[in-house]
């Protein structure tokens, strides 16, 4: 079942075509990672997958129902988006960032209700930011204020979640922890969760499903373990690397070549690696080699 499909897809900038064609689909439930290079598309897809962005042809269905046939508020119920480096007013509260995630359920009849009350309660309290609810977001470190968004986003109450490069300008903890918090909510939630990420080893890690964009269209969709190959690499990235296992994870994990310090007795690291690396979707993952003593 696929929560979000394209069918023949165009996208377009001041007339020049970004994403030809495309037909992809987005499993429900699932952690999906959009990759690719700068200004592969990825972002623009992901907008359009928004209803943010017409498309100049092709259409986006949610729920099997085309997007573009349904209200604002009727997308809102069901999905959230958080673009890259979201800001809030000046003074701004968490709570009452979070609070405005509840727009799409209120109207004219209806305003805040008990329901809207809890829904934001519990926000606050799956990201953890329930005890910073009454501070402003502006006070925030980039971690905290990042979790302050999501905590937005889960107060509305959808089953998707698309976000555009969440880890932007985050320090390494706190890219591990957004990622976390994004991982828990799809365990605890089945959410389905659609992202952009830059950094490859990381949507190795997370995503259960990776969309390689490149040259306006897929070039590789499927589990990390059987699409992401060092060919994949060096045609979507322009990157010579080598692929070895994640010694904690068992997952991919990009070694770029390059310049660089080199230590002393790592040519025995590198021939391991050269020997064991991976050239194909069939080949066995190299564990990585120990750093000489």
């Known amino acids: 079942m696929y929560g979000i499909e394209t069918k023949s897809l165009t996208l377009s900038y001041n007339q020049t075509d970004i994403i030809e064609d495309l037909d992809l689909e987005i499993p429900k439930g699932q952690i999906t990672v959009l990759i690719g290079c700068n200004g592969c598309g990825k972002s623009t897809l992901l907008r359009s997958m928004a209803r943010l962005m017409k498309p100049k042809n092709g259409a986006v269905l949610l729920n099997g129902q085309e997007i573009a046939k349904q209200s604002t508020k009727e997308v809102a119920r069901q999905m959230a988006i958080l673009p890259q480096g979201p800001t809030a ?81 985050l320090d390494m903890t706190h890219q591990i922890e957004i990622l976390d918090l994004l991982w828990e909510l799809n365990e605890k939630e089945n959410t389905t969760i659609v992202m952009v990420l830059h950094d490859l080893n990381l949507a190795c890690r997370y995503a ?35 692929l070895v296992r994640d010694p904690i994870f068992g997952t991919p994990t990009c070694v770029p070549f390059g310049k660089g310090r080199r230590l002393p007795g790592c040519e025995e690291m590198v021939n391991f690696v050269n020997a064991k690396s991976v050239s194909s979707p069939d080949s066995p993952l190299s564990e990585p080699a120990p750093l000489p003593v």
């Open 89 to 169: 007013p000046e003074g701004m509260t968490v709570f009452e960032l979070v609070k405005q995630g509840r727009y799409p359920h209120q109207n004219w009849l209806k305003q805040w209700t008990r329901e809207d009350e809890a829904a934001v309660t519990k926000a606050l309290e799956a990201t953890g930011m329930a005890p910073l609810a009454e501070r402003q977001v502006d006070s925030l470190s980039g971690g905290q204020r990042q979790r302050a968004w999501i905590a937005m986003t889960l107060a509305q109450g959808t089953n998707t979640i698309l976000l555009d490069e969440p880890t932007t300008y």
């Open 208 to 242: 259960h499903h990776i969309v390689a964009i490149c040259d306006k269209k897929v070039y590789a969709a499927g589990k990390p373990e059987e699409i992401v190959t060092e060919e994949l690499v060096r045609h979507v990235f322009g990157l010579n690397c080598r």
